[in-house]
């Protein structure tokens, strides 16, 4: 399977779906990690424009570490629309070239207006990205691709509806996770969090929930025609 997993800044994969991601290329299965934004406003000392690129480096670290090809879309985080008609066309044009066989992606409600916006956005453009008269580089794909939500920061107000096992994956989600120096400093700073501790409580939980020592969790997009008569979470 070709897996796409979009994320709205450059650390929110690993923190959603990190243990995942590694279980789908233990299997042997091609992952892509997309972050829309570059995460230029994320730190209280470091300056936008020097910040971006510091923040797509520690993305494209991590998504090694975890075996996936690293794709960004460079948006600044203080963009006047997130998804411009530019934005939309880039997008467009990595589902495309991915070719997604499952999309995992942020919930439809969570902690940031920014999280909800790319939910939204990926399931009205994964749409588009079939439709042969929307002219991108690589050509239309013929299947609406299935979504899959991962959780909300703190799993707040996200009921999961399928759980994957990350025991064996956790210690390298967190190596990965540890990849965004300028975050683990941006979120104590700014939060007052440990953030690896932060990430590994809420897999803990997770796994409490369904009966191993940790888990991520999911909840389908369960819309025609994007349902499958098999599981495609590992
Ligand atoms: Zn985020």
Not at 38 to 65: F, S, T, W, Y
Not at 175 to 197: G, P, R, Y
Request: hydrophobic share 35%; charged share 25%.
């Amino acid at each position: 399977m070709n897996v796409l997993a979009v994320g709205c800044h450059p650390d929110d994969l690993e923190i959603g779906c990190g243990g995942t991601l590694i279980k789908y290329v233990k299997a042997g299965h091609k992952v892509f990690m997309c972050h829309i934004t570059n995460g230029d406003m994320g730190h209280k000392v470091i300056k936008p424009e020097e910040l971006g690129p510091i923040r797509i480096k520690e993305a494209k670290k991590a998504a090694e570490l975890i075996g996936a090809e690293h794709i960004t879309l460079n948006v600044s985080d203080n963009a006047d629309y997130l998804f411009s008609k530019e934005t939309e066309e880039k997008l467009i044009e990595v589902i495309r070239y991915t070719k997604p066989d499952i999309i995992i992606t942020h919930n439809d409600k969570d902690y940031s207006a920014q999280h909800e916006a790319t939910c939204e956005a990926v399931k009205s453009l994964s749409f588009a990205a079939t439709v042969p008269h929307i002219i991108t580089r690589s050509e239309h794909i013929s299947n609406v691709p299935p979504i899959f939500y991962m959780d909300t920061l703190a799993g707040t107000r996200f009921i999961p509806s399928e759980y994957v096992d990350i025991t064996q994956e956790i210690e390298l989600k967190l190596q990965a996770l540890a990849c965004h120096e300028s975050q683990i400093k941006w979120m104590s700073d700014h939060d007052k969090i440990n953030f690896l501790d932060f990430v590994k409580t809420c897999s803990k939980f997770r796994g409490l929930q369904c009966g191993v020592p940790y888990a991520e969790a999911f909840r389908q997009y369960a819309e025609w025609p994007r349902l499958r008569p098999y599981r495609l979470l590992p």
